[in-house]
């Protein structure tokens, strides 16, 4: 009888956890959607209305957003979504460019080479779709187009540890920050990096997929200040 009880107590536990990092990830989402703006105040009472949630699942979901830097918590007066700074922005695309270029030698280095070639072929489609997604689709598609590109890349990098790390930098910056990003002329010239940076991967050459992926992620942006 009492194993029982401590195997119901250890399934309860798995339940709540996962529960609450569905929680996470609905408000991540939403703070990167805009639908949680920046510098928006999350009242504990609101947020469990709003999700669904009780207190306690809330605050542990808050809690672990502030450390993720997604919320901040302010003394006595409770967690709102953080607002960035121009600087921050750059800081947070320079360390992601740093980390996207390590991940990229690991996978050229590490990875075998069927999985490349099978990996190069996916890209090329997700490479159409966000041309495609540049001309017919919504800004959200075209973020979501972008993003799938990215994600595909990264699912053969050997290290889970620094793909974890990249795409939690790329979910800080809320997606209305960066629409002024995604000028016509912008977003053609990402159409070509990406296309160029399928093919650096095709050719196994680190040197023009890192260079290519620099200037994808830190030559295309306006200055923020």
Known sequence: MLQSHMELGVRAKKVIAKDVGALIDQIARDIHSGRLSSGTWLKQIDVEQRYGFDRPAVRTALDTLAKRKLVENIPNRGYRVVEFTPSQIQEILYVRSVLEAAAMELIVES????????????????ARDF???????????????????HIEFWNICPNHELVEMILELRD????????????????????????????ALADRDIAQLKAVSTEHMLGNRPDLS
Do not use: C, N
């Open 111 to 126: 990875v075998p080479a069927g999985v490349i070639d099978s990996t190069v072929t996916t890209l090329k489609d997700r």
């Open 131 to 149: 041309e495609t997604a540049m001309t017919e689709e919504t800004f959200d598609e075209q973020i979501a187009a972008a993003r799938s590109f």
């Open 172 to 199: 800080r910056i809320p997606a209305p920050l960066l629409r002024a990003w995604h000028s016509r002329p912008r977003m053609e010239k990402s159409v070509e990096q990406h296309y160029k940076m399928v093919q």
